[in-house]
């Protein structure tokens, strides 16, 4: 008995073993591999038998063939040995059985496909993607010189990495390739990164001055894509303000008691339609006592010489 096989082969192979020269009633023959593990029993032929072990583990790798009778018997033996060279990802060259291609920017929750295009003797080719979403992918078949896509979610801000491995009819590995696509936040959706600031998403208009006691409708003018907005007051009364509706490019009023001598202040926070911040603005009135509510002098001479005057009045009287 003797093998028809290699010697030496790389990580990541699959190889065809046929053993020959098989002895006389032999019916089947038992192959058992050790170090990339495999057993079959397989008919005889033609005096030879042939057995597919896949190498994916590297080191040496042996297999006995064992010539079996009718009842399992065992009539001859024969064994070879195959020395596997280590294959690193990093080996594997990329562009190498083909090439992806793609968008290269995008923004958080865009679909997109990627398209891989084989080279040679590609006929199939597996996906996987980092920072990203392709569900579970089965490798897909790729006719030789052919392309494939495959979509994919982008999830994340940050850079997304798909990568493709190629490979032959058999299942070698041909080459890897990888697209890679910097993902943004939706400047649609993305909260102001350094707060709200004043100005910015609408502003506010009304009376400057004003008496204690009156009343004042303060107008909010919405900027871009404000959509609504908040009001507050301090050193007035707005009672309980609900968020108030605006249409973008479009203003809206509130009406605020002046109930204080002093400075009053309103406030507005203006917010998108997903309630994002947009911005704050603020408006102040100087409130001042009403003249007509004043009493007269308020000095202390004043003051004794009126109440001088009406008791000589009322004495002039009882006389």
């Known amino acids: 008995m003797y093998f028809t096989a290699p010697s030496s082969a790389k990580q990541g192979d699959r190889v065809l073993i046929t053993v020959n020269g098989l002895p006389n009633g032999t019916e089947t023959v038992k192959f058992i591999a050790a170090g990339n593990s495999g057993i079959d029993i397989v008919n005889a032929s033609g005096g030879s038998a042939n057995f597919m072990i896949s190498l994916d583990l590297s080191g040496t790798t042996s297999i006995e063939a064992i010539a079996q009778d009718k009842f399992g018997g065992t009539l001859a033996s024969a064994s070879h040995s195959i020395s596997v060279q280590s294959t690193a990802f990093d080996s594997r060259r990329l562009g190498m059985g083909g090439s992806l291609s793609g968008i290269t920017q995008a923004v958080v929750g865009t679909m997109t496909d990627i398209i ?120 007035a009364e707005m009672g309980w303000m609900m968020p108030a509706r605006i249409s973008p490019g479009g203003s809206t009023s509130a009406s605020v008691k002046l109930t204080a001598e002093g400075v009053a202040t309103v406030f507005a926070t203006f917010k998108d339609s997903l309630g994002t911040i947009l911005g704050q603005a603020q408006h102040s009135i100087r409130v001042t006592a009403d003249p007509a509510r004043n009493q007269g002098p308020t000095d202390m001479a004043s003051l004794m010489n009126a109440r001088a005057a009406e008791i000589m009045k009322r004495m002039g009287n009882k006389s």
């Open 116 to 235: 891989a295009q084989g080279y040679g003797e590609s006929e199939q080719v597996e996906f996987s993607a980092s920072n990203a979403d392709m569900g579970w992918m089965m490798p897909q078949p790729i006719a030789i010189g052919g392309s494939v896509a495959a979509s994919v979610r982008l999830t994340t801000e940050g850079l997304a990495t798909i990568t493709a491995t190629f490979k032959d009819k058999l299942g070698n590995i041909l080459g890897n390739a990888s697209h890679s696509i910097q993902v943004t936040a939706d400047p649609a959706k993305h909260s102001v990164s350094t707060g709200p600031r004043l100005g910015m998403g609408g502003s506010l208009s009304g009376i400057t001055e004003a008496i204690v006691g009156a009343m004042a409708d303060i107008q909010a003018t919405g900027y871009g894509e404000t959509t609504q907005v908040e009001f507050s007051a301090s050193n």
